[in-house]
């Protein structure tokens, strides 16, 4: 008798097939992080701190778009910067085409190629960073992480490669919320992330990789009456052909310089008509020119190379004098930070699973007590996430027993599971912030006082994003004092 008998082998074959699958499974979630997303949309209680048992009591109220707009402004004491948003996106730029890199200007053709971006930079009426973006390069995810502050894991796009309508927590949503009408002119990746969001719009297809004009034409040929309409609060425009040129030849294509051109060309229109410049009926109008990606030498994108991952945030119009800024050289920030600044700018919540920090000098025209409440803000937002992350983080100490007299005695160095170092982190914060509120007169608020407080909240913030539970097991028992990039306010 032979001993593999027909059922022998089947049950050989079933037990290897089983085996491979457990393999696989093990290998896909431990290769590629599985981030638990928080559903739900970030609300009033934003504006509160976190109570001390994690469970929250949102009671979700039904208001009115508008009187959610005014109770936002109540309880943030932040009246917003800016009453209307323009996102310019154009894909696949790499900010070191416009920002250089390393401290040193781009190319002369570079700069010849955009002479109205570069003279808003030159005279600090325009602020540019290099927004680094996290791997996958590739649109859909970027521009759910520009909206959420929430970077996706790799399984996000392998699983949801034809995107499906973006359901976490976002600004669009945030700002549908509050009553705003939004346009967009562009990638018909934004129609299918968010159906039925726009009052109008042209979505192009990034189908036609060689088309590098009519993709663009199809985005532009509305923008002149758009920008005279006053029907719209948010105006999207996503330029697919800066991409394409890249697909095509490179960096270094002949259609790079005179795209770059057309690019700047609206720019200027935008920053020439009449929205940026005076404060009209509609509000006050910011221009954002970001990149979702970069690309190699080559023009491709999807890894995560220096050149791939370095992509640009643009900020045209702010209120503050920015020129002191324009020149400094500490112009790094992750692309998620985005999310959180334009929440903050605009008056709405941070989305739930945003890790983003907020950009230090886009908030200096605030008055000192409004930065710090403007980084409370954040922190509190980034507190709840770790909470509902790591069951039992209640900051007991500090969320539930309060302040007691003696503050500054408390502020303790941190050590400690990754728990603990939060809690302290954050406590420290808080606690610095407190002591420096309460000093009552101008003159015994000493700037250090000020400074110290600040540099905590950032050391919180930038932990709290760096040591996220969910990417990294054991980053988090001591914090790299270097690795905190010092607020430059
Ligand atoms: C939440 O708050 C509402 C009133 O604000 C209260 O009626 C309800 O019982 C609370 N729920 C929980 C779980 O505490
Ligand atoms: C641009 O618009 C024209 C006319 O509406 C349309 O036929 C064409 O397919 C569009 N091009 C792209 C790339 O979407
Ligand atoms: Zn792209």
């Avoid at 790591?390 to 500054?408: A, H, I, K, T, V």
């Amino acid at each position: 008798m032979p001993w593999l008998t027909c059922s022998k082998l089947t049950l050989f074959t079933i037990a290897g097939v089983a085996i491979q699958m457990v393999g696989l499974s093990i290998f896909v979630f431990g290769f590629f992080p599985v981030k638990p997303t928080l559903p739900g949309h970030s609300g009033p209680e934003s504006f509160q701190a976190p109570k001390c048992n994690s469970i929250q009591n949102e009671t979700e109220r039904d208001l009115h778009p508008h009187q959610l707009r005014s109770l936002y402004k109540e309880l943030s004491g932040m009246p917003p910067a800016f009453d209307r948003l323009i996102l310019m996106v154009i894909d696949g730029l790499p900010a070191e085409l416009v920002l250089g890199k390393d401290g040193k200007p781009p190319s002369k053709a570079l700069m010849e190629a955009m002479p109205y971006t570069q003279s808003l930079l030159a005279n600090g009426m325009a602020i540019g960073y290099h927004a680094k973006a996290a791997p996958p390069t590739v649109t859909m995810p970027r521009l759910k992480a520009m909206v959420s502050g929430a970077i996706g894991g790799f399984l996000d796009v392998a699983l949801n490669f034809n995107t499906q309508a973006m359901l976490d927590d976002n600004l669009l949503d945030q700002f549908f919320k509050i009553g705003w009408k939004m346009v967009m002119l562009g990638d018909e990746t934004w129609l299918k992330l968010f159906p039925g969001l726009f009052i109008r719009h042209d979505g192009v297809s990034s189908f036609f990789v060689k088309d590098t004009v009519q993709v663009d034409q199809n985005v532009s040929r509305h923008l002149g009456h758009e920008l005279n309409k006053d029907d719209w609060d948010f105006l999207i425009l996503h330029y697919l052909g800066l991409d394409h040129v890249g697909h095509i030849g490179g960096r270094n294509s002949a259609l790079m310089a005179p795209k770059l051109s057309e690019m700047d060309d609206v720019v200027k229109m935008i920053h020439m008509s009449s929205i940026l410049n005076q404060k009209n009926d509609q509000g006050q109008t910011l221009l954002v020119v970001v990149s979702d990606h970069g690309m190699t030498e080559s023009g491709n994108h999807g890894g995560s190379s220096y050149e791939e991952t370095d992509s640009l945030a643009l900020f045209i119009g702010l209120n503050n004098d920015i020129s002191d800024y324009s020149l400094s050289t500490h112009n790094i920030i992750y692309q998620v930070d985005i999310a959180p600044t334009l929440a903050l700018l605009f008056g709405v919540p941070i989305p739930k699973n945003n890790v983003g920090v907020l950009i230090a000098e886009i908030f200096g025209y605030l008055a000192d007590d409004q930065q710090l409440k403007a980084l409370e803000l954040n922190s509190w937002q980034l507190l709840r996430l770790l909470q509902a992350q790591m069951p039992g983080l209640s900051c007991r100490n500090y969320l539930c027993d309060g302040f007691s007299d003696d503050q500054e005695s408390k502020i303790t160095k941190c050590s400690g599971s990754m728990g603990k170092m939060f809690c302290c982190l954050y406590t420290n914060a808080a606690l610095l912030q407190n002591s420096w509120m309460s000093k009552e007169f101008s003159r015994s608020k000493s700037k250090e006082d000020y400074s110290s407080a600040v540099t905590a909240y950032y050391e919180f913030l930038r932990t709290a994003k760096t040591c996220q539970p969910t990417y990294s097991r054991n980053c988090c028992n001591a914090p790299v004092l270097s690795d905190i990039i010092k607020p430059s306010i």
